[in-house]
């Protein structure tokens, strides 16, 4: 719903209610509402309830919130479900793939010592054959294990993206519509889809190396003091320095660096999809990227991010790690030549270091892997913030007794409403009537809280202090279903999908027959809309197909609207973008709809507003004024301004093209 105040969350909290402002006494004076009016009609699409995900995470039970302080990759692995299991079973094999993996070195090992031990005489090392098949044994199991760990792993973080994206998405559609003001698209597609990915990653390839890495850490320590331990110390030593350098770049200000990287993507993923739907108007007005600042901004905030980590902050301790790695043999050949003059049996330690030096290219490999896995767990762990940030969100309450709801009127009881983080009220003791049947327009200044008003109806947000009622029954007190069972739509800017017409209308009720879809269009004025598409209401819309005009996307959101067939409609500035004729089709499709039905408008242009039944002037949250267009007019305040206004512009004309109508007539004369 367009809003011209700023749309931060609601305060709540838990706080909350032990207060519940239901409960205060109501003032005296002050409206008081009764039910009356009719039960509405179904709409489906309304109930947000979506089977099918639904029915494929049934088999996994939503991850419950940990009692205990857990590291990130538990919590995640909560969301797999079934197949928890498999990763634990990946991470074995893994680690047994890792270990056999040395068994080639081992036999290289093996036959090195037969060789100098038999020297020059090559031909009595009887069992070096035996080495070379046991090598090729170990290397071909080594990939069998490790085959079969990424197979576990896959499945397991295949589910855990699913049950990510599932429950995230199944806990969107409980949230009051409200959020969805407050969260950009680009950033909830960014955190459902994005974080999902890259803890799929972390789960499927990051963890397996990781337990791969660790085993290999446990075996090679093993056999560094195997053979000989003086070797083995040399060799662990740049080891002990990587891990340093590691924990220089992963912990501390380079954990701050991956929240403050992951936020940056976020915000450039947001600010690129709203730069990607404001493209016509840069084209138009002939302007650059610069021109959408906030995107530029985003991407240079994110490119400085990342330069100042990898160039500033990584630059020394990755050098200087990444040099000690692969430079080990300045370490252990200086050990042994200091050691070998001494060796009483040379031949041995030549072969002992014959294998240190072979085997140290695989130390490199493995502090590759727990690098790449300190990186993954960050993100993954940012991701998971995000992911929980969703699923903590306060969902809409619903009661366990709800009330129904039998009339078509709505009340506002002293209703108050603040945003979170706002120092005023958005609304403050706001009262008013609205019986079964008739109309309620809302005007006034931008930003005195109209849509604020109209969006507590629904339950878009829920009041901080007083009650909204609808049939006599506080919204709170109601089935959120039902509620939206009552209630049609029609805002500033409506968003048709890409399906076909028929489709499009038919989402607002959608065991509805092609002769009901048919009639709701011609009610909402959208007969020349039907006769102009190529398939008529099988044509499909958006891309790939046909595309129509603002004015007539509001129309046929009418048309949805009149088929749902609600007893309440609340209209937000529907009329905003429509060009004349748009507008005086919308005017009688407004006149369609509103028989027999409690309406609740909003609109700048107040010649609509001149036939309702009661006019509710807002200003700085509260009702400033109330009546009819004669009444307002008559009383001299701010309606009457406004009207004043409203009229003037509406006379406006240019006046250089005025004085030259004039001339050119009077030229002709």
Known sequence: MAEEEPHPTPRQNAGEAATDPRAAAEPAGQTSCSPTGDVGTVEAAAHATPAATAANAAADPPATTPTTKRNDISQLLDFAGSRKPLTYLGLALSAVSQLLGFVPYVCIWLVARDLIEVAPNWQAAQGIAAYGWWAIGGAVASIAAYFLALMCTHLAAFRTASNMRKQTTEHLMRLPLGYFDTHATGELRRVIDGCAASTESLLAHVLPDAAGSIAMVVGMLALLFAFDWRLGLACLVPVVISICCLMTMMSGKGMEFMKSYMGALVRMNETGTKYVRGIPVVKVFQQ??????????????????????????????????????????????????????????????????????????????????????????????????????????????????????????????????????????????????????????????????????????????????????????????????????????????????????????????????????????????????????????????????????????????????????????????????????????????????????????????????????????????????????????????????????????????IAGAQTEAAAMKGGEA
């Open 288 to 653: 650059t990227v610069y021109s959408f600042k906030a995107f530029h901004d985003a991407i240079a905030d994110y490119a400085r991010m990342a330069q100042d980590y990898a160039g500033t902050f990584c630059r020394k301790p990755q050098v200087f790690q990444l040099s000690v790695l692969n430079g080990l043999v300045v370490f252990l050949l200086p050990v042994a030549l200091i050691l070998a003059p001494g060796e009483a049996d040379f031949a041995s330690f030549v072969a002992d270091f014959a294998f240190y030096a072979i085997f140290s290219a695989v130390i490199p490999t493995a502090m590759a892997k727990l690098m790449f896995m300190s990186e993954a767990s960050q993100m993954a762990g940012d991701s998971l913030g995000r992911v929980r940030a969703i699923l903590e969100a306060k969902p809409l309450e619903t009661p366990a007794n709800p009330q129904p709801i039998e009339g078509g009127d709505v009340c506002f009881e002293n209703v108050s409403f603040a945003y979170e983080d706002t120092e005023t009220n958005a609304l403050d003791d706001v009262s008013f009537e609205v019986p079964a049947g008739t109309t309620l327009a809302l005007v006034g200044p931008s930003g005195g809280g109209k849509s604020t008003c109209a969006s507590l109806v629904p339950r878009f947000w829920d009041a901080t202090a007083g009650r909204v009622l609808v049939g006599g029954v506080d919204v709170r007190d109601t089935d959120p279903h039902e509620l939206m069972d009552k209630i049609a739509f029609v805002f500033q800017t409506n968003q048709l999908f890409s399906r076909t017409l028929e489709e499009n209308v038919r989402a607002a009720r959608p065991d509805a027959t092609r002769e009901q879809v048919l009639a709701a269009l011609h009610a909402a004025q959208c007969d020349d809309i039907v006769a102009k598409l190529p398939q008529g209401l099988d044509t499909r819309l958006g891309a790939g197909g046909a595309y129509l005009s603002g004015g007539e996307v509001q129309r046929v959101a009418l048309a949805r609207a009149i088929l749902k067939d609600a007893h309440i409609v609340v209209l937000d500035e529907a009329t905003a973008f429509a060009d004349p004729e748009n507008e005086a089709l919308i005017q009688r499709a407004f006149a369609k709809l509103a028989e027999n039905r409690t309406v609740i408008m909003i609109a700048h242009r107040l010649s609509t507003v001149v036939g309702a039944d009661q006019i509710v002037v807002l200003d700085q949250g509260r009702v400033a004024e109330r009546g009819t267009h004669a009444e307002l007019l008559e009383a001299g305040g701010l309606y009457a301004s406004m009207w004043a206004d409203y009229e003037q512009a509406a006379s406006w004309k």
